[in-house]
């Protein structure tokens, strides 16, 4: 596949953007879930590449892309990203494809601007409500985490990472994708860990973004945005995610046209996990729409 990568600016901040360009038609833009990568749909671009050009890019904090120095990262900010992405590279509506956080943002860009969009893919990405008490806590946790880095916040990202040997970044991994392979683990590790001169591997990813703001996104205007979708939806959510929301059958409803499969065998990565099963499904999803 002819793959190269760019660096895109995007309000001040540089993304790294993966453009695998198989002289197709029609572009697919993926967006990934949160302390993942652009390189964490290895697993589906090679059936994705014959329909698509392929876009992927890390949205800031994550992967090749730039870190904050001031080390607090919004969701509002990925929304902006997303936009401009979409609005210097596509010249026409694309299909749109987001895991985890990437699948959130994915459905409410799809419900801000419809018409850009003609098809969506969300691997997961709904969360259930949290009652308000939940909501309280976790802002008060984060002022006073964030208040405790005042005056000495690290403003070199090289100082925010930590040594490992490659063999223990594997084996943290290991953790991680616990269904996996060895084999697709070591795929997966390019994009995770990148090594420094003295020999050690560091992670991509900023540690800070799991301090990232926990104001919410307002659920119900979530609610109003996939409601304004006008274009088909598939939705996946595997069997043995820990994050399904227990108001799935409630979200549902405010989609148009929506088609939601369960993974059997499968965790919050079903992307990893059972990549066959979701190709199967995209491929009469994709023939059933026109993709």
């Given at each position: 596949m002819p793959i190269h990568y760019e660096n895109f600016s995007s309000i001040g901040h540089n993304l790294s953007v993966k453009i695998t360009d198989n002289g197709k038609e029609e572009n697919i833009l993926l967006l990934h879930g949160f302390n993942d990568n652009k390189e964490t749909f290895v697993f589906l671009e090679?059936?994705?590449?014959?329909?698509f050009n392929i876009y992927s890019f890390d949205f800031r904090g994550h992967g090749d892309s730039d870190w904050k120095k001031d080390s607090l990262y919004n969701y509002s900010e990925n929304l902006i990203d997303v936009q401009n992405v979409i609005e210097h590279y596509?010249?026409?509506?694309i299909y749109l494809l987001g895991h985890s956080m990437?699948?959130?943002?994915?459905?409410?860009y799809t419900g801000l601007f419809p018409?850009?969009?003609k098809l969506l893919v969300c691997l997961e990405g709904f969360s259930g409500l949290q009652p308000q008490e939940v909501e309280r806590n976790r802002l008060r946790e984060w002022l006073m985490t964030t208040s405790r880095r005042n005056g000495r916040t690290t403003t070199n990202p090289a100082e925010r990472k930590k040594n490992m040997t490659f063999e223990e970044a594997k084996n943290k991994l290991s953790l991680i994708y616990g269904k996996l392979p060895k084999e697709?683990?070591?795929s997966l590790i390019p994009g995770l860990v990148r090594q420094t001169e003295d020999g050690f591997y560091k992670w991509k990813n900023d540690p800070n973004l799991k301090t990232s703001s926990p104001i919410p996104f307002p659920p119900e205007l979530s609610r109003k945005l996939w409601s304004e979708i006008t274009s088909p939806v598939l939705i996946f959510f595997g069997r043995q995610t820990h994050i399904r929301p227990k108001n799935l059958e409630e979200i549902l409803s405010h989609f148009k046209?929506?088609?939601l499969h369960e993974v059997e065998h499968a965790g919050h990565n079903m992307h990893?996990?059972?990549p066959e099963f979701l190709i199967e499904i995209m491929d009469e999803f994709f023939q059933k729409n026109g993709g």
């Amino acid at each position: 596949m002819p793959i190269h990568y760019e660096n895109f600016s995007s309000i001040g901040h540089n993304l790294s953007v993966k453009i695998t360009d198989n002289g197709k038609e029609e572009n697919i833009l993926l967006l990934h879930g949160f302390n993942d990568n652009k390189e964490t749909f290895v697993f589906l671009e090679e059936f994705l590449s014959k329909r698509f050009n392929i876009y992927s890019f890390d949205f800031r904090g994550h992967g090749d892309s730039d870190w904050k120095k001031d080390s607090l990262y919004n969701y509002s900010e990925n929304l902006i990203d997303v936009q401009n992405v979409i609005e210097h590279y596509f010249k026409k509506p694309i299909y749109l494809l987001g895991h985890s956080m990437g699948g959130g943002m994915a459905a409410r860009y799809t419900g801000l601007f419809p018409e850009k969009i003609k098809l969506l893919v969300c691997l997961e990405g709904f969360s259930g409500l949290q009652p308000q008490e939940v909501e309280r806590n976790r802002l008060r946790e984060w002022l006073m985490t964030t208040s405790r880095r005042n005056g000495r916040t690290t403003t070199n990202p090289a100082e925010r990472k930590k040594n490992m040997t490659f063999e223990e970044a594997k084996n943290k991994l290991s953790l991680i994708y616990g269904k996996l392979p060895k084999e697709k683990i070591d795929s997966l590790i390019p994009g995770l860990v990148r090594q420094t001169e003295d020999g050690f591997y560091k992670w991509k990813n900023d540690p800070n973004l799991k301090t990232s703001s926990p104001i919410p996104f307002p659920p119900e205007l979530s609610r109003k945005l996939w409601s304004e979708i006008t274009s088909p939806v598939l939705i996946f959510f595997g069997r043995q995610t820990h994050i399904r929301p227990k108001n799935l059958e409630e979200i549902l409803s405010h989609f148009k046209n929506v088609e939601l499969h369960e993974v059997e065998h499968a965790g919050h990565n079903m992307h990893h996990d059972k990549p066959e099963f979701l190709i199967e499904i995209m491929d009469e999803f994709f023939q059933k729409n026109g993709g």
